[in-house]
Nanobody
């Protein structure tokens, strides 16, 4: 019903920047919150940043001041601008959305993307 396609991951040196994008498609009525999570090897998945439909944001303490989340409601897209990257930011980054989908009725779903790898070298 809803698909998420992430892009923008890759290899970058410490201090560099990357911009992740996540586009949602399908039988979408409305997307509520959108967010980015990450999972490093051997660690649990953790919230990086989230943004409500109205634009309110919250960030993990470890990324405050370096990462910026934003969204384009018209394009069903969420972005994560990552600056001053550190080796400890290395992880698979996952897009997550809270979405109302159109079927025989409106259903509320939580959908995950497939993940995009971010590797920060020292």
């Amino acid at each position: 019903q809803v698909q998420l396609v992430e892009s923008g991951g890759g290899l970058v040196q410490a201090g560099g920047s990357l911009r992740l994008s996540c586009v949602a498609s399908g039988t979408i009525f409305r997307i509520n919150a959108m967010g980015w999570y990450r999972q490093a090897p051997g660690k649990q998945r953790e919230l990086v940043a989230a943004v409500t439909r109205g634009g309110s944001t919250n960030y993990a303490d470890s990324v405050k001041g370096r990462f910026t989340i934003s969204r384009d409601n018209a394009k069903n897209t969420v972005y994560l601008q990552m600056n001053s990257l550190k080796p400890e930011d290395t992880a698979v980054y996952y897009c997550n959305v809270d979405v109302l989908v159109v079927g025989t009725r409106l259903d509320r779903l939580e959908v995950w993307g497939q993940g995009t790898l971010v590797t920060v070298s020292s």
